[in-house]
Nanobody, 118 residues
Framework: QVQLVESGGGLVQAGGSLRLSCAAS????????LGWFRRAPGKQRELVAS???????DYADSVKGRFTISRDNARNTVYLQMNSLKPEDTAVYYC????????????WGQGTQVTVSA
């Protein structure tokens, strides 16, 4: 099994920045990619950004140019640097692991609240 522990998040004014971190432990070899999802009030959970072990990244259109995902393979940690934050970025952000066997959906962090005030 894989365990994910998140840190970061909080309250920031529009235009500000935050960085989220997620440390993975356990069966690291079973992970094909790490990513960040978010769920805003009244909306479905969406994939914000993902990164493979080889460093290939993918972003939701809504965050391209503002968010950057990176990973430190030596520390089994993934980061989400969020710049130029907007009120519509307000959501609970979840770290997730994509497994080789089952894909996304089985392994989640505890979630961290990001609130962007206007």
């Amino acid at each position: 099994q894989v365990q994910l522990v998140e840190s970061g998040g909080g309250l920031v004014q529009a235009g500000g920045s935050l960085r989220l971190s997620c440390a993975a432990s356990g069966s690291i070899f079973s992970i094909s990619a790490l990513g960040w999802f978010r769920r805003a009030p009244g909306k479905q959970r969406e994939l914000v950004a993902s990164i493979t072990g080889g460093g290939s990244t993918d972003y939701a259109d809504s965050v391209k140019g503002r968010f950057t995902i990176s990973r430190d393979n030596a520390r089994n940690t993934v980061y989400l640097q969020m710049n130029s934050l907007k009120p519509e970025d307000t959501a609970v952000y979840y770290c997730a692991a994509k497994l080789w066997t089952t894909g996304w959906g089985d392994t989640w962090g505890q979630g961290t609240q990001v609130t962007v005030s206007a």
